[in-house]
Nanobody
Framework: LQLVESGGGSVQPGGSLRLSCAAS???????IGWFRQAPGKDREGISC????????NYDDSVKGRFTISRDNAKRTIYLQMNSLKPEDTGFYYC???????????????????WGQGTQVTVSS
């Protein structure tokens, strides 16, 4: 299983970005999470989605602004980020949880495979 993130960049506060996580292998059966790591801070789980896309979870800091989705036919997971704030700045990673399928969790320790990450910078 290999995960490759894309879509990061620099944006002004209030702007939008859509991150993509392209997965090879049998990702259809796995829960996928998006994580963020800001400089000097621990990696935090900001959103996750179950294998069929019918169960999602968000951190309070992004609830109502970010939307996670997946297209299993394309083997891609998306994170639509709207109303971006400077505190959203960080390196964003997607990861696969090989143990869980119908539910998802945002704890990084549960995830087995990780992408290389993509940088998001929100600044005026």
């Amino acid at each position: 299983l290999q995960l490759v993130e894309s879509g990061g960049g620099s944006v002004q506060p209030g702007g939008s970005l859509r991150l993509s996580c392209a997965a090879s292998g049998f990702m259809d059966f796995h829960a996928i999470g998006w994580f963020r790591q800001a400089p000097g801070k621990d990696r935090e789980g900001i959103s996750c989605i179950a294998s069929k896309g019918d169960n999602t979870n968000y951190d309070d800091s992004v609830k109502g602004r970010f939307t996670i989705s997946r297209d299993n036919a394309k083997r891609t997971i998306y994170l639509q980020m709207n109303s971006l704030k400077p505190e959203d700045t960080g390196f964003y990673y997607c990861a696969a949880d090989l143990l869980h399928s119908d539910v998802c969790y945002r704890q990084a320790v549960r995830y087995d495979y990780w992408g290389q990450g993509t940088q998001v910078t929100v600044s005026s």
